[in-house]
């Protein structure tokens, strides 16, 4: 996503060909360490389809709020996280160091983490942007923050690669991108950005998508789209996602909002028509938008209850993330490194008719402590939050995210914690009876 986007000729858009992808992808390699493409699907390691339901977060512009954002953007349902990263060309560098903390917390978090090189945006268009080449060379440059991580991650080559001019340049400089890393021994599924500032309205991406899939050695290459105001109606979408679905052409709509200052994308369209067609989509962004496009923002000021409502669109709407998202199987039965094992919460109610009390306990299971534990519930009834005791609660709606005091900030491997809560209620005052920890659904006792 550019802070400043060119904008996009719409002429050029119904005047491109609108040739058939002729060319299908050769078969896929016989075996993967991590994600891998067959048929045209996103497989896990576990050879699950895996569709990618999540957001993009700012980390290289915003740092300091990665790890709370990580822990919010899970428990507002999503299975996945596209990373901003910077090679060091426009922005400060992401070093290995730091790729490899943010992993770790996407898999505490039990999210999937898709990792993108933002220097390039708008490459050949915008005068700083850095060219893929300059990617391959931070993706070798991280490589040990990566290899070993195919289950977990995924690789971004560089964002929006091509702005409106040169863009002809697009799939040379791809496969030999695809190459590079391929030698230099990065077995991840590689996921590559249509030029045009991502929105692909040249086509370029779509009619030689086949061609990059099968230079690729390892057969792992996966498409993604940018749908902004190239994309204000249902038909464009449809038409462009249907076409790599008929070519077997793995692809997914990486960025996508409610609005943009090219033209207002139709999102309904694009949510309902990945969801029919079993395609990714990843919302831009969690928050942190500024250059006049702070209206793309699905929190504002980083607080996951100030959802705007963009962000309610894409996590409470039809075809949203809470209704369509699946965790990745690599998580079952795992903590993702950060403790969320088994779990069981008991709530017990005292109720007064206008009033209640709940005092809620929550069993760890595991055997390992969980540390900085998010409980999500959601009330059935006409109920809201007045006060809590040790712990912090955010209500949205019917939907609570309980976060710890630093006194009970810890549950004890086969331990519990409590905490209370006092509320008003308007008729029936039902119990909750769903329950996740840290995005793992807990028994109820």
């Not at 105001?229 to 692809?251: I, M, Q």
Request: with cysteine; glycine share 10%; proline share 3%.
């Amino acid at each position: 996503m550019s802070r400043i986007r060119a904008a996009v000729a719409t002429s050029a858009l119904l005047a491109a060909c609108a040739s058939l992808l002729a060319v299908a992808p050769p078969a896929q390699a016989a075996e993967s360490p991590g994600f891998h493409i067959q048929d045209g699907r996103l497989l896990d390691a576990n050879d699950k389809d895996f569709v990618l339901r999540g957001v993009n977060h700012a980390h290289t512009w915003y740092p300091d709020r990665t790890d709370q954002a990580l822990k919010d953007i899970k428990a507002k349902g999503a299975n996945s996280v596209r990373v901003v990263l910077s090679t060091g060309d426009q922005w400060t560098k992401n070093d290995a160091a730091d790729v490899t903390r943010v992993v770790d917390q996407c898999k505490k978090n039990r999210l999937i983490c898709v990792l993108e090189a933002h220097d390039t945006t708008g490459y050949g268009e915008a005068s700083a942007a850095a060219p893929l080449s300059k990617a391959v060379d931070y993706w070798l440059d991280v490589k040990g923050a990566l290899v070993g991580q195919e289950k977990y991650v995924l690789v971004n080559i560089g964002n929006e690669p091509y702005g409106n001019s040169n863009y002809a340049a697009w799939t040379g400089d791809t496969k030999t991108a695809i190459g590079r890393l391929r030698a230099g021994g990065l077995d991840h599924t590689l996921m590559v950005d249509a030029p045009n500032w991502g929105q692909d309205w040249s086509f370029t991406m779509r009619d030689n998508a086949a061609g990059v899939f099968a230079a690729d050695p390892d057969k792992n290459t996966l498409f993604d789209i940018h749908m902004y105001g190239v994309y204000d109606t249902p038909a464009e979408v449809s038409d462009y996602l249907n076409r790599f679905k008929a070519a077997k052409l793995p692809v997914v709509v990486g960025e996508f909002g409610d609005m943009h200052s090219d033209g207002n994308p139709d999102e309904d369209a694009i949510m309902a028509t990945a969801q029919s067609l079993g395609i990714g989509y990843m919302g831009w962004s969690w928050s942190g938008n500024g250059g006049g496009v702070e209206y793309l923002d699905l929190v504002r000021n980083f607080d996951a209850a100030q959802l705007s409502g963009w962000g309610k669109r894409l996590f409470d709407g039809a075809n949203g993330i809470k209704a369509t998202a699946k965790e990745a199987s690599v998580f079952a039965g795992s903590d993702g490194g950060g403790g969320s094992g088994a779990c069981a919460v008991s709530y017990r109610l005292s109720d007064w008719g206008t009033s209640f009390n709940a005092e809620i306990t929550v069993r760890n299971s595991s055997a390992r402590n969980v540390d900085d534990w998010g409980l999500d519930f959601a009330f059935p009834a006409q109920q809201k939050i007045n006060s809590v005791w040790n712990a912090r609660a955010t209500q949205d709606g019917a939907r609570v995210h309980v976060t710890p005091e630093s006194w009970t900030k810890s549950i004890p491997a086969g331990g519990s914690v409590s905490f209370g809560l006092n509320g008003s209620s308007t008729g029936n005052n039902a119990v909750p009876d769903a329950f996740t920890l840290n995005g793992k659904t807990c028994t109820t006792a």
